[in-house]
């Protein structure tokens, strides 16, 4: 039996959802994509990895959190 997955690169989908949110309030648009992903998640039996990169973060850490079944 073969799992879907969809991986999603998180501040690209924002930046290109709605640019005026990504740029006022980058916590809200952040959550509001993760909860997005979690009802998509449930509804179609898929698993979710989400991505925000933050590749330009002197001394950035990565983590990793699951919440309501997708992986941040």
Known sequence: MFTD??????YNVIFA???ELYEDNID?????????LC????V????VILVFD???????EGSVEERSGIYI
């Open 54 to 60: 933050a590749y330009k973060v002197v001394g950035g």
């Open 44 to 47: 179609n039996k898929v698993k």
């Open 5 to 10: 997955y969809l991986l999603v690169d998180g």
């Open 17 to 19: 959802q709605n640019k």
């Open 28 to 36: 809200a648009a952040r959550e509001d994509l993760i909860n997005k």
């Open 39 to 42: 009802n998509f998640a449930g």
